[in-house]
């Protein structure tokens, strides 16, 4: 499974955005996937996740009500609303996956990851 994030860019604060994930090699029908984002000079942090299904969705406190993840299992992709950001959401995006239909907000239990995009926020 290969995974390409896509979408970032630079934003103003109270702006929208909304990041992509395509999958290509193996659909990722009933594998769940996390966003997580790593700021600068910051260790990785978990961001949302959603199950195989769709049906279950994770996400940390500093984003909870912000952010929205969804997929597209047509279309092998998931997404990540960014809603009202904030020049504390600066950091690189990354998607990844899991042969698992439960999500986890662990980066150990993910197995395919893909290529960050950035996200800057200014203030």
């Known amino acids: 499974v290969q995974l390409q994030a896509f979408g970032g860019g630079l934003v103003q604060a109270g702006d929208s955005l909304r990041l992509s994930c395509a999958a290509s090699?193996?659909?990722?029908?009933?594998?769940?996937a996390g966003w997580f984002r790593q700021a600068p000079g910051q260790e990785l942090k978990f961001v949302a996740a959603?199950?195989?299904?769709?049906?279950?969705?994770t996400y940390s406190d500093s984003v909870k009500g912000r952010f929205t993840v969804s997929r597209d299992n047509a279309k092998n992709t998931m997404y990540l609303q960014m809603d009202n950001v904030k020049p504390e959401d600066t950091a690189v995006y990354s998607c990844?996956?899991?042969?698992?239909?439960?999500?986890?907000?662990?980066?150990?239990?993910?197995?395919?990851w893909g290529q960050g995009t950035l996200v800057t926020v200014s203030s």
């Open positions: 990844a996956a899991r042969q698992y239909m439960t999500t986890t907000i662990y980066a150990r239990n993910y197995a395919y």
């Open positions: 090699g193996h659909t990722v029908i009933n594998y769940a």
């Open positions: 959603i199950s195989g299904n769709g049906g279950t969705t």
